[in-house]
C-alpha cells in the first residue's frame, strides 16, 4: 500500500513559479514510476509528467516542456514538480500519482494516486 500527499500548490501571478511536492509512504518508494496529473474545472484528468523509478526517463506533456521539471529523491520518499513561467491555463487541481509501470502512467491509468493540490495562476 502506497499513500501519496501532494503539497505546494497556491495561488500566483502569471509568470511566477511553484514547486509543488508528493510525499510517499511505504518502504518500496523507488520501485515505482510517479507521475503528476491535473484537472481543471468541467475538463478531464490530464498526464502532466511522469519519471522512471530511479529518475532516468522523465516525460512530460507538450504544453509544460520547457517549463515543468519532473524529478524525485527517493532517499525521502517524495517527487517534485517544479513549476516556471506559469500560465492562466496552468489552473487546475494537480494529483500525484504512482504505479509499478512507467508505460501505464503514460497510458494516463496509474494504481495510486493522491488527493491533490490546488494550483491557481492569475492573469
Known amino acids: 500500500q502506497v499513500q501519496l500527499v501532494e503539497s505546494g500548490g497556491g495561488l500566483v501571478q502569471a509568470g511566477g513559479s511553484l514547486r509543488l511536492a508528493c510525499a510517499a509512504s511505504?518502504?518500496?518508494?523507488?520501485?515505482?514510476?510517479m507521475g503528476w496529473f491535473r484537472q481543471a474545472p468541467g475538463k478531464a484528468r490530464e498526464f502532466v509528467a511522469a519519471?522512471?523509478?530511479?529518475?532516468?526517463?522523465?516525460h512530460y506533456v507538450a504544453s509544460v516542456k520547457g517549463r515543468f521539471t519532473i524529478s524525485r529523491d527517493n532517499a525521502k520518499n517524495t517527487v517534485y514538480l517544479q513549476m516556471n513561467s506559469l500560465k492562466p491555463e496552468d489552473t487546475a487541481t494537480y494529483y500525484c500519482?504512482?504505479?509499478?509501470?512507467?508505460?501505464?502512467?503514460?497510458?494516463?491509468?496509474?494504481?495510486?494516486w493522491g488527493q491533490g493540490t490546488q494550483v491557481t495562476v492569475s492573469s
Open positions: 511505504g518502504r518500496t518508494f523507488s520501485s515505482y514510476a
Open positions: 519519471i522512471g523509478n530511479n529518475g532516468g526517463a522523465q
Open positions: 500519482a504512482a504505479d509499478s509501470s512507467l508505460a501505464t502512467i503514460l497510458n494516463g491509468r496509474y494504481y495510486y
